[in-house]
């Protein structure tokens, strides 16, 4: 089946300039994450949903940074007012179960943000 | 929180030979982790994981060895191969919790023909 897809897969914005990332998880799956992945460095955890609740954003690295998943499904995460230090991959992540159990997270091909 | 150190950054073997990437996690409620293969430009794609209750895996070329009471957990390939080249990551997570994985830094694999 389809798996985890995003878009746009490059976005260039200016500095100050607002985006949003989407992104369609594979179907069913109820957790859904995104991460932040710096050019050389792993992967690192903004924010956590399971079904439409927002159940943890502590990794969000400022209020500029939203995200939502109004219906469950398909997720957005939003950059207002861009700053070159946001410059990065993002990548969503899902995965089949709801806490407490863990399971296989299955990545997207991210979003490569370049702010000039 | 959970912290995970990966070493070595770079790593560099003949085809033929066997690979090493070894991995230490601070929180010792950790209990989950995943091994994932980066390819340039590409999605993370799980290649093996191993929960608490048990001390190695293996599938196939790779296997994965966990150790509890010392905190490390080592990935383990062998018989490399020039597709085994990319970007290798480990992390941790604990069941129980929203699953959020800590990831390492990474190991860039080059294996050379």
């Known amino acids: 089946g389809a798996g985890v897809s995003q878009s746009p897969r490059y976005k260039v914005a200016k500095r100050g300039q607002d985006v949003a990332l989407r992104c369609d998880p594979i179907?069913?799956?109820?957790?859904l994450f995104w991460y932040q992945q710096a050019l050389g460095q792993g992967p690192e955890f903004l924010t956590y949903?399971?079904?439409?609740?927002?159940?943890?954003k502590s990794g969000l690295p400022s209020d500029r940074f939203f995200a939502e998943r109004p219906e469950g499904s398909v997720s957005t995460l939003k950059i207002q007012r861009t700053q070159q230090e946001d410059s990065a991959v993002y990548l969503c992540?899902?995965?089949?179960?709801?806490?407490?159990?863990?399971?296989?997270?299955?990545f997207g091909p991210g979003t490569r943000l370049t702010v000039l | 929180g959970e912290n995970v150190e990966q070493h070595p950054s770079t790593l560099s073997v003949q085809e033929g030979d066997s690979a090493v990437i070894k991995c230490t996690y601070s929180?010792?409620?950790?209990?989950?982790f995943p091994w994932y293969k980066q390819e340039l430009g590409k999605r993370p794609q799980l290649i093996i994981d191993?929960?608490?209750?048990?001390g190695e895996k293996k599938d196939q070329r790779i296997a994965v060895t966990l150790n509890k009471t010392a905190k490390h957990f080592s990935l383990h390939i062998t018989e490399t191969q020039p597709e085994d080249s990319a970007v290798y990551f480990c992390?941790?997570?604990?069941?129980?919790?929203?699953?959020?994985?800590?990831f390492g830094k990474g190991t860039k694999l080059s294996v050379k023909p």
């Open positions: 992540a899902s995965s089949s179960p709801p806490r407490p159990l863990t399971d296989t997270q299955y």
């Open positions: 179907s069913g799956h109820v957790s």
């Open positions: 949903f399971q079904n439409e609740a927002q159940l943890d």
């Open positions: 929180d010792s409620a950790s209990n989950y």
């Open positions: 191993i929960r608490s209750n048990v």
């Open positions: 992390a941790a997570s604990i069941d129980g919790s929203q699953g959020n994985l800590i």
